[in-house]
């Protein structure tokens, strides 16, 4: 990455960049190009510096854009649906802000019901629509959400049954409710499709997966998909990978919290101050997943652009090593898998 901004602070920031071949760039790499905005100029390392960093092969790169870093971000089309959702706790909440702040929908096309009504006037504040009954919400959406509790799943889609027509999709982001439970409850012509969202939908970064019942089409699944693309990312897969789904990251960010806690643990231990060393553990991770979605570049590649030979990075992933990390990890997902699959069942 330092090489590419010398590059381009050394020949100036065009409107059209050209791909910048750096040594040893891969033909794969050879299609993207380099923007460093804004220009900086070239940074000079000192001999240690620069042969600390011999080993790296300064492959990160980043997809070009056309014209200013302004052209870089795409207009939304605005969504010709109407939201409702059944339960408007957290995730219903960061679902819908999303939706408005990315301007797919206008708040009032939002309808809601809650038995809370503390969360009821929550969503009327940002001029959402809402109702003193499921039916109400069902009647005035066109993507109905049920985000209440597993166990009250079945009670609120066989109470909006009787108004369901094939103009509505209907969005289960309940946990555990299978596709069969969800249409047997909703009616064989429903157009059903589940979700397993995790927390990061709070802050517009889900990672979430999706899988088709009923009478759901291949419509239903576009139209869902640029829901959840407000709010992060969102994956189809069959219904018997969201058990899997469930235990990566439906479970996976109770452990990345772990993972921070423990890495700012680590930095007081070193004599850090406890707010500096948690938020340079949290932006440490946020900026490692960013490379990876964002280089494409395998982790372990990653890893070793940090490990130079005989340094400190080494001695740290050593003791990783020794302690089992890898497994762990691994062990955490599978047995989170294997709860989900049990509650599928009850």
Not at 46 to 72: D, F, Y
Not at 334 to 343: F, G, K, M, P, S
């Amino acid at each position: 990455m330092l090489q590419i901004c010398r590059v381009v602070a050394r020949h100036g920031f065009r409107q059209s960049v050209s791909p910048l071949l750096l040594p040893n760039t891969s033909a794969a790499v050879r299609g993207f190009s380099a923007i460093c905005w804004p220009p900086v100029p070239s940074v000079k390392l000192t001999p240690e510096q620069a042969k600390s960093r011999e080993h790296l092969q300064n492959r990160v790169v980043i997809p070009s854009a056309t014209g200013s870093p302004s052209a870089m971000a795409s207009a939304t089309a605005a969504l010709d649906k109407r939201i409702g959702f059944l339960g408007s706790g957290q995730m219903a909440e960061a679902l819908a802000q999303g939706l408005i702040k990315r301007g797919l929908v206008t708040a009032e096309r939002i309808a809601c019901n809650d038995p809370n009504p503390v969360r009821k006037e929550l969503f009327k504040s940002f001029g959402a629509m809402p109702y003193d009954s499921n039916v109400d919400v069902a009647r005035n959406s066109d993507v109905l959400f049920v985000a209440v509790k597993p166990q009250h799943v079945a009670q609120v889609l066989t109470e909006v049954r009787p108004v369901l027509t094939e103009g509505h999709t209907v969005v289960s982001i309940a946990a555990g409710i299978t596709v069969d439970k969800l249409v047997e409850a909703a009616g064989p012509d429903a157009h059903v499709i589940r979700v397993m969202p995790n927390t990061p939908c709070l802050v517009g970064e889900t990672a979430a997966a999706m899988c088709l019942g009923g009478k759901a089409s291949s419509d239903d699944e576009a139209l869902v998909r640029t829901i959840f693309e407000a709010v992060g990312k969102i994956y189809t897969v069959d219904e018997k990978l969201l058990a899997a789904v469930t235990g990566l990251s439906g479970s996976g960010p109770a452990y990345v919290f772990m993972m921070v806690e423990a890495l700012a643990d680590g930095g007081v231990r070193a004599g850090l101050p406890r707010d500096i060393a948690q938020a340079l553990a949290a932006q440490t991770v946020l900026g490692s997943a960013k490379m990876v979605l964002e280089t494409g570049k395998h982790p372990g590649a990653l890893k070793d652009m940090v490990t130079s030979p005989a340094g400190t990075t080494i001695a740290g992933v050593h003791e990783l090593e020794k302690a089992g990390v890898r497994a762990a990890f691994m062990n955490a997902v599978v047995a989170a898998t294997d709860r989900a699959n049990q509650l599928s069942k009850m």
